[in-house]
């Protein structure tokens, strides 16, 4: 959208309109007055919950004369929307800024700042409310389009979202050394063609091509500099409770997603305890199966929602258990019962590319040869192997409707230490 300065100044001539809005901000001393904080965060949210947009700073709406933002109030003028942006917009709100040199009607140069706002995967609400574009004007929303609209994106994130494009994501950002394991002696040749058929690459509704959700989680090298919630956090505490003064081993894991499950598995072998009895060869019992927390991380990684603001996949470890949280319901008609008897997927894409992913894990027992199984085998695994160790069966419970927590007891020591 407006790629030329040329476009964007026959734009700006037009006027505003449903994807151009114009501000001219005004200062007091090394602060920016106006427009009200409130306002501007409401025209933003209007936007990215309407249809990618661009606004411009430094140019009247009505005369439509360039005006510029001075050179010194530049990085002001960025501090202040990049603060609108992350403390006043819920989620905060991911759009691009840059400072554009402008050739003003007066030939004189002048330097605008350009703001461009991609149609989010989510519903932004600002001060002032739910707001959406028609025309050249924001509107809030009547509680029956506010409703449609949570609607139509609910769909997009718990169906299709990780075939959904990433907003500010370029194709580039994907390593090839990372896309090209998924590629077979019947993959196309050419790159673009093998990307867009894998659906790691796809057009958006202005027909620019973006890494999809999957793309960039399984191929990124970085995953979390797109979506800042696509990381595991491990913790292993002293003792049984949950408190910061016990920790004992921490780590944020970060990278594609089979790297995710290999590091937090390694956490896991590394700081559990194994037990050793001779009678009359010694013998050795760990903690957990490797197997089922090979299994758990998986399935936590895999069926995970994604679309959940500021929630990670949570692994916690204390002497007695193992717990995983995992964001998002029970994907369709499942419920905790039936857990172990039948199976949803809903990432579709996402297991699709764990399932090339070959086996990165010592998980003993396991017959795997890739990291994904498609028939469902995860949970039973999970519970027969843990309650065979430790004589407890693993629970299930779904928090507040919004988090899946997965509670694996540890084997007891035949010491009979704690």
């Known amino acids: 959208m407006f790629e030329t300065t040329d476009e964007l100044l026959k ?3 037009l006027g505003e309109d449903s994807s151009l809005e114009l501000k001219n901000p005004k ?10 904080r409130n306002s501007m965060a409401d025209e933003l949210s209007a936007m990215a919950n309407t249809h990618t947009g661009v606004v411009l700073l430094g140019v009247d709406d009505k005369s439509k004369t360039i005006h510029g933002i001075p050179r010194d109030k530049l990085d002001i003028v960025e501090t202040w929307l990049r603060s609108i942006c992350n403390d006043l917009i819920e989620p905060p709100l991911n759009c691009v800024i840059r400072k554009i040199p402008v050739t003003a009607e007066d030939s004189t140069e002048k330097v605008i700042v350009r703001i461009d706002v991609p149609r989010s995967l989510f519903v932004h609400q600002s001060p002032g409310g739910y707001f959406r574009r028609i025309g050249s004007s924001k509107r809030q929303m009547r509680p029956d389009v506010l409703a449609r609209l949570f609607q139509q994106r609910s769909q997009a994130r ?7 494009t990433v907003p500010n994501a370029e194709p580039g950002n994907l390593v090839p050394k990372l896309w090209k394991r998924f590629r077979t002696v019947l993959s196309p040749s050419n790159d673009q063609e093998f990307l867009e058929k894998m659906k790691l690459i796809v057009r958006n509704e202005e027909n620019i091509l973006r890494p999809t959700v999957s ?20 913790v292993c505490y002293r003792g049984t409770e949950r408190n910061g003064a016990s920790q004992l081993d921490a780590q944020d894991i970060t990278g594609p997603l089979d790297i995710q499950i290999r590091d937090a ?6 700081n559990m305890r194994v037990y050793a009895i001779k009678a009359p060869n010694r013998i050795e019992t760990p903690q957990f199966s490797m197997n089922a927390v090979f299994e758990a991380v998986v399935n936590a990684v895999a069926h995970r929602d994604y679309s959940v603001y500021r929630s990670k996949i ?23 019962d039936s857990l172990s008897e039948r199976q949803s997927t809903r990432n579709e894409l996402l297991s699709s590319l764990l399932a090339r992913c ?15 199984d498609r028939r469902g085998e995860g949970v039973p695994i999970i519970i027969t192997e843990s309650e065979n160790l430790s004589g407890r069966r693993p629970i299930y419970l779904l928090l507040d409707d919004a988090e899946l927590k997965l509670t694996i007891f540890a084997a007891k020591s035949p010491h009979g230490e704690d």
């Open 265 to 270: 598995c390694k956490f896991v072998e590394r």
């Open 11 to 13: 734009q700006i001539r």
């Open 358 to 372: 070959p086996m990165n894990v010592n998980a003993i027992g396991s017959q795997r040869s890739f990291i994904m």
């Open 215 to 234: 793309g960039i989680l399984m191929a990124s090298d970085a995953p979390e500099s797109f979506m800042p919630n696509a990381f595991i956090q491990v």
């Open 158 to 164: 718990v169906i299709r979202f990780d075939e959904q």
């Open 314 to 336: 949570r692994l916690h470890l204390f002497g007695d258990r193992l717990e995983i949280f995992s964001p998002g319901t029970i994907p369709n008609t499942m419920t905790i």
């Open 27 to 36: 200062y007091k001393g090394n602060q920016v007055s106006g427009p009200h």
